[in-house]
Structures are given as C-alpha cells and as structure tokens.
C-alpha cells in the first residue's frame, strides 16, 4: 500500500488486497469492506486504509491464527474494532475530527459527548444535570488522605461513591453517558479535593490558575488531547472490564488501575524525576547516558505509532511557551535537543504534559492528574461501545508449558 493518506484508490486497495477491482466491489456489496464517495469525483469511490488492513489481516488470521493473534496484542493491528479513534499518518482524529483541531476550539464537554454519543451537541443534555457531589464520607477521607496522589485519590473515592449510585446498573448508552458525566466530576472532585463549580476547565483553572484564568485554553486543550489513544493498554482493560457488563466505575476503576503502571501514565513521574535531575545538574548529556545504560530508553520520547514525532507533545509544548513562563521553557527544549542527537527520539505526550505542568507552575503530579481526568473520558467512550457490542472479550491463550502426561 505505496499510497500515502487514510484513503486508497480501487486500484490500490485490490492489489493490496491482492484481489480485482470487480471482486474488491463485491467485497463492498458483502459489507467486508466500506467505500466512501470522492467529493471531486462524485462516481468514484475510495476505501479507508485502515478497512484494507484489516481485511488483510482477516485473511491471514485464517492461514496462521496464533501468529496473528500474538502480533495483535504487541503494536499490531487492533484486536477489536471501534469508531472512537483512528491515528494514521502520523495524526490523531476523534470520530473522524481532527483532534488537535478540537482541542482548539472545543470545551472537554463537547468532546466527551462526541466520543460517547458522535455528537457534540449533546454535551448540554449529558451535562446539563447538577453533580451529585460527593458521598460526605468520601469527603471525610479525601480530607484525611492529602498525603494521596490525585490518581491515588481518584481510585479512593470511586469505589464509595459507586455503592451510592444505583443508576450506574443501566448500561444504556446514553444512561451510561448520564454516568460518565458524574464520573468525571467525581474524578475533579478528588484531584480538586472540593467540589466543583462550572466546567472542567474552568474548575482546573480556579483551582490551580486563580491569577492565570487567560491560561484556560491550555488546561483544556491538554484534556482534549489526552482523551483517547485508540486500545492503549488501559483503554484495552477499561473494554474487557466492561465486556463483562461491570459498571462504569468499575470501568474507571480498573482503567485507573493500568494507567498508574510505569509503562503508562507512571511514565509522567519518570520525567519529571528527568526534568529534576538535568536541571540541576546541567549535564544533561551525563543524566540521560545514565539512564539509557540503566534502562535503555529515555521517559518521555519516542513513541511506536508516532515515529515522526508525537503531535500532541508538539501542541503541548507549544501552549506552554505561549501561556507558560519563559524560564520553564528553555530546559525543556534543552532536553529535547539532547534526547535527539543521542536517539533520534522526539518528546511524546508525556514529555509534553510534564513540561506544560511545569510552564504553567501547577501542583506537583498535575501532569498525571490531567493525563487521567482526560482520558477518563476515553474509558467511558470504550465502555459504552463495548456495552453495546455485547461480547465477551475472552481470548485463547497459546500454550508452551510442559506437556500433561498420557
């Protein structure tokens, strides 16, 4: 497939596929495969190159399923299908909207109702409901647990108030989104330590920008762009979470409980120690051979799905130097600089939410709180598709153990 952008011609997608242009059309008349019209050529047709990849890939699963399965949960083709994400060249869209684009011009809300409903003007009805607010005993302890992280804390307080919440049992898709809607404020709760007031962004920014408020945009856009990544490993947990019909916070719950692993959301906290040790050594060249011998990767740059660099760390980055200090900048790109003349590696998202954190000068562990509160939204996202698909996400294991007697 030598044809660059999503979209194939007929006549690329056949010889992919290694079929001809008359059997690729019935393909379509079969419903194994989509076709979409050519606005500068009304009878033309085209074909989404991630449709053709799976077809191919279908077609090997049936010469030598265990290899295919095996490459599937190691950065290969999507084990499941969704509507939710694609990322293709090198970009990131939401439904087939350009993420970077909505993280410009859209509030969290509209996005969160976009990826759980595909439409953003239902984010008013989603959201128009006052929140709950918190059970006053997960109040009492959010009080007594301020030595908690705000992941830490946000896994605290959804268990208690999902035993108050009888609602969270329809799993409805729009009772779901009703659910998500409270999740989230929840969520903002316990990383706010109080309840609160107007939109997620807004709340952020009273609480940790109350000088800064024009600084808004940035906060919202980081939460935008961390909303979903496609069946990243926590994305991936939230979907067999729910395939077994749990509720939405048992959802978030067990997401939360993936997100917090050293090679996810953890990696925030990696360069953040990063950040701490080049600055005050200066040697950035010395700390990052350190880290390169002891574990051979640098936190916070490269990324398989992104080889020519992660967008949304280039927004990131870019929304710190224009809202954030100038002082916060300059290290960060030091650190950048040097990470690629030794890897050839660029920042990724996580490098990205670390150095806005630290431009913008907000609470310590900011970058995973927004890196959290974001992708909630994504979990909540896959939960409803995968409620609504209704299958069991059970698969076989291939066995290399000893072989039993007899």
Same mark, same amino acid.
Request: charged share 20%; hydrophobic share 45%; with cysteine.
């Given at each position: 497939m030598k044809q660059q952008g999503p979209y194939l011609t007929a006549g690329h997608a056949a010889e992919a596929l290694g079929v001809s242009v008359a059997t690729l059309y019935s393909y379509v008349s079969r419903g194994m495969l989509r076709s979409f019209s050519v606005e500068t050529s009304p009878r033309s047709r085209r074909? &989404?190159?991630?449709?053709?990849a799976r077809l191919i890939e279908q077609k090997e699963f049936k010469r030598n399923p265990a290899r295919v399965a095996a490459r599937g949960l190691h950065w290969g083709s999507p084990v499941l299908e969704s509507a939710l994400t &694609?990322?293709?060249e090198g970009r990131l869209f939401y439904r087939g909207k350009d993420a970077l684009e909505l993280a410009q011009k859209s509030n969290v809300e509209d996005v969160a109702a976009l990826l759980w409903t595909g439409d953003s003007n239902q984010a008013a009805h989603i959201f128009n409901e006052k929140s709950r607010g918190l059970p006053p005993k997960t109040l009492v302890l959010l009080k007594a647990a301020a030595h908690? %992280?705000?992941v830490e804390r946000c896994q605290l307080v959804l268990p208690i108030a999902a035993a108050d919440d009888l609602a969270a049992y329809d799993l409805r898709p729009s009772a779901v989104a009703k659910t998500g809607a409270q999740i989230l404020r929840l969520l903002l709760s316990a990383i706010l330590r109080r309840l609160p007031e107007g939109d997620i962004? +807004? =709340? &952020?920014?009273? =609480?940790?920008?109350? +000088?800064?408020?024009s600084a808004a945009p940035a906060l919202r856009a980081a939460l935008i762009l961390c909303a979903d990544h496609e069946l990243n490993v926590s994305a991936f947990t939230a979907r067999c979470i729910a395939s077994a019909r749990a509720t939405p916070y048992e959802v978030v719950i067990g997401a939360l409980a993936a997100f917090r692993g050293l090679q996810h959301g953890g990696v925030s906290e990696q360069v953040e120690a990063l950040f701490e040790e080049a600055t005050q +050594? %200066?040697?950035l060249r010395e700390v990052f051979a350190r880290r390169l011998r002891s574990a051979g990767s640098l936190p916070g740059f490269g990324h398989p799905l992104y080889p020519n660099g992660d967008p949304r760390a280039t927004a990131l980055i870019s929304l710190a130097e224009t809202y954030g200090k100038r002082s916060a900048i300059e290290p960060a790109r030091r650190l950048a600089r040097t990470a690629q003349s030794l890897t050839g590696q660029q920042p990724n998202l996580d490098f990205g939410l670390v150095t806005l954190a630290r431009a913008l000068d907000l609470p310590r562990d900011s970058s995973m709180a927004l890196f959290a509160l974001g992708r909630s939204v994504g979990w909540i996202a896959h939960a409803i598709e995968q409620y609504a698909d209704n299958q069991l996400i059970r698969p076989r294991a291939r066995y290399i153990g000893p072989t039993p007697p007899g």
């Amino acid at each position: 497939m030598k044809q660059q952008g999503p979209y194939l011609t007929a006549g690329h997608a056949a010889e992919a596929l290694g079929v001809s242009v008359a059997t690729l059309y019935s393909y379509v008349s079969r419903g194994m495969l989509r076709s979409f019209s050519v606005e500068t050529s009304p009878r033309s047709r085209r074909y &989404l190159r991630e449709d053709v990849a799976r077809l191919i890939e279908q077609k090997e699963f049936k010469r030598n399923p265990a290899r295919v399965a095996a490459r599937g949960l190691h950065w290969g083709s999507p084990v499941l299908e969704s509507a939710l994400t &694609l990322i293709s060249e090198g970009r990131l869209f939401y439904r087939g909207k350009d993420a970077l684009e909505l993280a410009q011009k859209s509030n969290v809300e509209d996005v969160a109702a976009l990826l759980w409903t595909g439409d953003s003007n239902q984010a008013a009805h989603i959201f128009n409901e006052k929140s709950r607010g918190l059970p006053p005993k997960t109040l009492v302890l959010l009080k007594a647990a301020a030595h908690l %992280g705000p992941v830490e804390r946000c896994q605290l307080v959804l268990p208690i108030a999902a035993a108050d919440d009888l609602a969270a049992y329809d799993l409805r898709p729009s009772a779901v989104a009703k659910t998500g809607a409270q999740i989230l404020r929840l969520l903002l709760s316990a990383i706010l330590r109080r309840l609160p007031e107007g939109d997620i962004d +807004t =709340a &952020l920014t009273q =609480a940790w920008l109350p +000088t800064r408020r024009s600084a808004a945009p940035a906060l919202r856009a980081a939460l935008i762009l961390c909303a979903d990544h496609e069946l990243n490993v926590s994305a991936f947990t939230a979907r067999c979470i729910a395939s077994a019909r749990a509720t939405p916070y048992e959802v978030v719950i067990g997401a939360l409980a993936a997100f917090r692993g050293l090679q996810h959301g953890g990696v925030s906290e990696q360069v953040e120690a990063l950040f701490e040790e080049a600055t005050q +050594t %200066g040697r950035l060249r010395e700390v990052f051979a350190r880290r390169l011998r002891s574990a051979g990767s640098l936190p916070g740059f490269g990324h398989p799905l992104y080889p020519n660099g992660d967008p949304r760390a280039t927004a990131l980055i870019s929304l710190a130097e224009t809202y954030g200090k100038r002082s916060a900048i300059e290290p960060a790109r030091r650190l950048a600089r040097t990470a690629q003349s030794l890897t050839g590696q660029q920042p990724n998202l996580d490098f990205g939410l670390v150095t806005l954190a630290r431009a913008l000068d907000l609470p310590r562990d900011s970058s995973m709180a927004l890196f959290a509160l974001g992708r909630s939204v994504g979990w909540i996202a896959h939960a409803i598709e995968q409620y609504a698909d209704n299958q069991l996400i059970r698969p076989r294991a291939r066995y290399i153990g000893p072989t039993p007697p007899g």
